[in-house]
């Protein structure tokens, strides 16, 4: 290592800090000190550099760090010389000033020329500080930096932070430099595992730090920590017979907690796996942070790994332990299940009257009522079953009333699924009502089946429909009923599970329903006021309903009809998420405006164009084209008055036109079965071969020329050719 670099280490010794914050603070910490190095222009290696934490650190160790800053050089400008020198060049009070602010007589001031003209400038050089006198600095920066909400305070200090500081360590090379920041003087003395290692930790030079912790029963290094645990867990579970299930989320947190991983096997009696094993699961993950092992065939056994923070002299009281604690919550997730099943799932309903789902959208029944409706409706349109769809939907959110979902919400729809089960429901239907909440997150997969895929659509239409009727639309950040994330599982789901559906067509239906229910929740709460019937589950009871579940009582009331410009504006919320997906999916955005400018009323349709048009992107006329069409758009809206549509061959007068008449006429008689077979890829690869005859008409042909009847039978041909380059998309998105 060179004189002039020299390795640092910077290490702030803490309380146990919070566990899920812990990879951000460190990230802030190694961040806020690389940047206070950069902005005072302190020359570092930072090959490798990463940021090290446990539970009790955050540190920073860099290969190399300049020990002292580059020659600062600075320049102030000062008075221009009309201002700075009077009539006889004698220095102004002005320059006087600038002179004696700078510690200099003004003959020694140097002269620069702008755009104003010439002015006088102080230029200097001063040697570069020497880092060790900057370093506190850059600490207390990084420190006050960090996104800590609510800083922790101690003593009687003035001063805070996400817990309290033990130490401090601050070595540049072999020499401790002097440092003091929350209350703590730097040292080269750390601390190594608290239970394993009560002495201190000595570092001679920062190259021992992660060595001799590791000495010293501590893993500082995040990703070393982290490959220990899987390696222990998985050795654990195998010697248990099963296999490891190991969440990345609670993986992460485990390595938050521990800084000497040991895995420890435990076990559960049998009798708890007759419980929904995502109780179990839940339980064990989010609770304590176990890791359950899987049989062969993915199913939970009774074995789990608990992850200890020591290397425990009596294994078998740790595992006692861990036991202990479990065992109370399987008890509690079996009584709520045996309970449930007493009740059922179907009478699990009734409670559902009393439940609001929302102000204006009457209870959780109500709901439940349209979904069964749309989920009908939607399955006759993609084949499945009507009769399921409307049984699962109806039974999709019983199981929010069971104990088992209201200790573990995260089950809903899975307790749901178990308990039709049990009574015998159709497997199919039991299945569906899990997976009408799918995708529950991002990276989750669709709905499996169609019956699935049907009630997870209804669901989703009538929350999105449902929502944009009572004027709850998403603003800015704010977007409490999840309407984004709602559109985009109705979008992935329709072409994830390559669903022909009227998207415009379902959005009218459930705006329909939606604003029927908000005039009956409405009128209700009028007679309300008049001392009519309650609004609740008992003012719906015993009043007639239609075929789609809707309140008959309220039918001579007149209902708004809903306009089209509500549906588009649905509709058109429903695209926007469809563009930020495909743009996550690094899709052009001038690809998918040119699919989008037509508006395919089905999102698979939309999908299947949209891959055309990227395979038409790649062919070498693809650009010639698209600039032809847009010229074309162009010349067209320039037209007063309807455009005219009539071809007359014995109007043509060149060449150029004639052939480009009888292009597209045979493109069109071979693109219309490609249209109606919806092979988009095709279709476009067959009108790139017209980009010859294109550029021969342009070329040579004047379209707005003086005679009106040649002048509209040009225009009638260009009308054709663009209306048939557009059938796809409107490529001209594609020009550059």
Not at 174 to 196: C, T
């Amino acid at each position: 290592m060179s004189a002039a670099m020299q390795p640092l280490l910077i290490e702030l010794g803490t309380e146990e800090l919070p566990v899920k914050a812990l990879p951000g603070l460190a990230q802030a910490f190694f961040d806020g000190v690389i940047d206070g190095l950069s902005r005072r222009g302190i020359g570092f290696d930072r090959d490798g550099a990463k940021p090290l934490y446990t539970p009790r650190r955050l540190a920073v160790l860099l290969k190399g760090v300049a020990v002292e800053q580059p020659e600062q050089k600075s320049e102030v400008l000062g008075p221009y010389l009309n201002i700075a020198l009077d009539a006889d060049g004698q220095p102004t009070k002005a320059l006087q000033g600038f002179a004696a602010k700078a510690g200099i007589d003004w003959s020694a001031l140097e002269k620069t020329s702008d755009a104003k003209g010439e002015r006088f400038v102080h230029r200097a050089v001063k040697p570069g500080a020497r880092t060790a006198e900057l370093l506190q600095e850059v600490i207390a920066e990084a420190l006050a930096a960090m996104p800590i909400p609510k800083p922790m305070r101690w003593g009687a200090h003035e001063y805070g932070f996400a817990r309290p500081a033990h130490w401090l360590v601050v070595l540049l090379g072999k020499d401790v430099v002097d440092a003091q920041v929350l209350g703590v003087r730097s040292d080269r003395m750390s601390r190594g595992h608290r239970f394993m290692h009560d002495k201190s930790v000595w570092f001679s030079a920062p190259e021992d730090y992660v060595e001799f912790l590791r000495g010293a029963k501590v893993l500082v290094d995040p990703d070393e920590r982290r490959e220990r645990i899987v390696q222990e867990v998985t050795a654990a579970a195998v010697a248990a017979g099963g296999v490891a299930r190991i969440d990345e989320g609670i993986l992460e947190e485990v390595n938050g907690l521990v800084e000497w991983p040991k895995a420890v096997a435990c076990g559960f009696e049998h009798e708890f796996l007759a419980v929904p094993q995502e109780a179990l699961i839940a339980t064990m993950e989010a609770n304590q942070k176990f890791f359950p092992v899987l049989d062969a065939a993915g199913k939970l056994s009774e074995r789990f790994v608990g992850i200890a923070n020591i290397e425990s002299r009596d294994e078998a009281e740790v595992r006692k332990g861990y036991e202990r604690v479990i065992r109370p919550r399987f008890a509690d997730a079996k009584f709520f299940f045996v309970e449930d099943m007493k009740q059922g799932l179907a009478s699990m309903g009734d409670g559902l009257k009393t439940v609001k789902y929302q102000d204006k959208l009457g209870s959780v029944a109500d709901k439940v009522g349209r979904v069964t409706a749309l989920a009908q409706d939607v399955a006759q349109r993609i084949g499945v079953d009507p009769a399921l769809a409307r049984r699962a939907a109806a039974l999709s959110k019983n199981d929010l009333q069971s104990r088992l979902v209201n200790e573990f919400p995260e089950l809903q729809g899975i307790a749901g699924r178990y308990y039709a089960a049990v009574e015998g429901e159709p497997l199919e239907v039991a299945a569906a009502i899990d997976e009408a909440y799918m995708p529950r997150n991002a990276g989750d997969g669709i709905a499996p089946s169609p019956l699935g895929r049907a009630v997870a659509i209804a669901e989703r239409l009538d929350t999105l429909a449902g929502a944009f009727a009572a004027g709850l639309k998403p603003s800015g950040n704010k977007d409490p009923f999840a309407l984004r994330r709602n559109a985009l599982g109705l979008v992935r789901t329709i072409i994830g599970g390559e669903l022909e559906l009227d998207l415009p067509a379902l959005i009218g239906t459930a705006l329909r329903d939606a604003q029927w229910q908000i005039n009956a929740v409405a009128t209700l709460e009028a007679s309300n006021k008049k001392g009519g019937a309650q609004v609740a589950g008992p003012a719906y009871d015993g009043i007639q309903r239609d075929e789609r579940g809707r309140l008959l009582a309220f039918a001579e009331n007149q209902q708004r009809e809903v306009s089209a410009e509500e549906v588009q504006e649905l509709v058109g919320f429903v695209l926007d998420r469809l563009r930020s997906y495909c743009l996550e999916q690094n899709v052009p955005v001038q690809q998918f405006e040119a699919v989008a400018a037509l508006r395919p009323a089905s999102l698979l349709d939309f999908d299947r164009r949209l891959r055309a048009i990227a395979e038409f992107a790649q062919l070498p006329e693809a650009q010639a084209l698209a600039a032809a069409n847009k010229r074309i758009r162009n010349i067209l809206k320039k037209v007063e008055g309807e455009l005219p549509t009539a071809i007359d061959p014995a109007l043509f007068a060149v060449d150029a036109e004639r052939e480009l008449a009888s292009a597209v006429e045979a493109a069109v008689a071979d693109t219309d079965p490609l249209l109606a077979q919806r092979d988009y890829v095709a279709v476009l690869g067959r009108l790139a071969r017209l980009r010859p005859q294109v550029d021969a008409f342009f070329d040579g042909v004047m379209v707005n020329v003086d005679d009106a009847a040649v002048r509209n039978n040009r225009l009638a041909l260009l009308k054709r050719l663009s209306d048939r380059l557009g059938s796809v998309a409107a490529i001209e998105h594609l020009s550059i």
